[in-house]
């Protein structure tokens, strides 16, 4: 399905640089962790605001690390299907403001979640917890990396400024509402993130880049400056 009418691919990416541009630096990203992959990862991806890994530049930065091919492919993949048609919408600056907002959102919210985490580990290892320690290493060394907080935050965007077109995902092959496929996906995110299965996937990120930019919509609205 096209959502850009006729316009051809060079039309759609002059009238979306913000867009354009993000994937090229996260493409750009990805080729410098394959090569310095231990110092990439130490200065640019996301620790836990108490590690000593940790600095305040991460928070934006890893927004655009990626794990792998197919980490970076689907997160792009996706941005370029849905940012297109919101940085149409709000040109690129209003585009880059939200995009920015969604992923930081995403990652105050991952690691906010850790430090209960780790709250709770600390108060079991003054109990004697002979695992507790184990597990508040692993977490203070363990980075988070990738644009999944941003794009989810521009998913609800997609979803609240066109919430009746009509979604064909890949699988599950079934149309729905993007409103719909919006809420499911907030749903699935956060009860997944409760389980806390151990799947290596930031599903609090997820949601807070969901949560931040249903704030933010709803701010414009509020202030009337959502299509201006």
Not at 67 to 92: A, C, D, K, R
Not at 100 to 126: E, K, P, W
Not at 169 to 177: C, E, G, M, S
Request: glycine share 10%; with cysteine.
């Amino acid at each position: 399905m096209s959502y850009y009418g006729n316009q051809s691919l060079g039309d759609i990416i002059r009238r979306t640089p913000a867009v354009t541009n993000i994937i090229l630096i996260n493409i750009l990203m990805l080729i410098a962790t394959q090569i310095k992959v231990d110092w990439m990862y130490r200065t640019f991806a996301l620790f836990p605001f108490t590690s000593p890994y940790f600095h305040w530049w991460q928070l934006i930065t890893h927004m655009f690390m990626h794990g792998g091919f197919w980490h970076i492919f689907f997160n792009m993949y996706t941005l370029w299907i849905f940012g297109v048609m919101l940085e149409m919408q709000w040109g690129s600056k209003k585009f880059l403001w939200f995009y920015f907002v969604c992923g930081i959102g995403a990652a105050l919210c991952q690691n906010g979640v850790l430090a209960i985490q780790l709250s709770v580990l600390n108060n079991q290892l003054a109990a004697g917890s002979v695992t507790a320690g184990a597990h508040i290493s692993q977490i203070l060394s363990t980075p988070c990396v990738g644009a999944s907080g941003a794009i989810y935050g521009v998913l609800m965007g997609y979803g609240m400024l066109y919430p009746n077109n009509r979604i064909m995902l890949i699988f599950p092959p079934i149309a729905l509402k993007a409103i719909w496929w919006v809420l499911i996906f907030f749903v699935i995110e956060l009860a997944t993130g409760f389980v806390n299965n151990g799947d290596n996937v930031a599903h609090f990120a997820h949601v807070g880049g969901m949560i931040f930019g249903f704030l933010t919509i709803q701010y414009w609205k509020k202030k009337g400056t959502l299509y201006r």
